[in-house]
């Protein structure tokens, strides 16, 4: 028996969202403690632009700035820390992806809805319990994808150092995308990159440091402020490292000192 099981709901017209199971069995907990069972329900329709503007998670200007990113197939990636929205930020952009455009969306598991025809959908899967079947990973759907005349790649959530590896040698290559990736901030996200990169395939930390300059055009820093999720800052990512590590100039920046019913963002940068 596994103790630990994943586990998908498909999209009915009950629950068109779709969404995913997470099941700890008693046998893995400590004694006396409940076993658990996690359900997180996807959207019910696409993420629009405006539901976000709705909730102030940014200005209308920058969403323009994102915008205008997203239709000129800039390589953008988002961060924040655990709930902070990185996957609703996605989506919401992907309805500015140009009509036509063959999209190949590669997750673990599937949450982004894009609603067009020329989406090609990948999921990863874990090796089949009792069986000699392989995995099928993030990395593997990057590599396919690559063989599959892209005009843009959707990468759900970067875990791991052979997804990291396989998204930038992808995005060095002269594809376009954006992904989410988990941290705090712009210099956290550079540093976790390098971090996993070099632990699970072993590349050296100024190394993997250029590819992230040479792969990202944009990053998308979301905190939580005031518990509301705002954007914090919009920057490129410079090419050329600093004292081997990579460097970022701001286009849109939080004022921090704004209050939660009027946030303000200030432009400091060219796009």
Known sequence: MNPSVNAKLPRTKANPGGGRIKVIHKSIVP???????????????????????????MSAEMMETLKRAMQTGKRILITGGTRTGKTTLLSALCNYLPEGWRVIKIEDPEEIWIDSLTVQAIEARPQALGTEVKPYTLADGVDDAMRMSPDYLIIGEVRDGKAAMALFRALMTGHSGACTFHADNEREAAARMSTIMGADVGIKRIDANQMFADAIDLLVQIVI????????TISHVNTDLKGGEVSFSPIWKFDVNSNKESPKWEKVGEE
């Open 31 to 57: 004694p006396g403690v409940n076993h658990a069972l996690n359900v997180r329900l996807y959207e019910q329709k696409p993420v629009q632009p405006e539901w976000l503007l709705e909730r102030k998670l």
């Open 225 to 232: 402020q005031h518990d509301s999720r705002r954007i914090s």
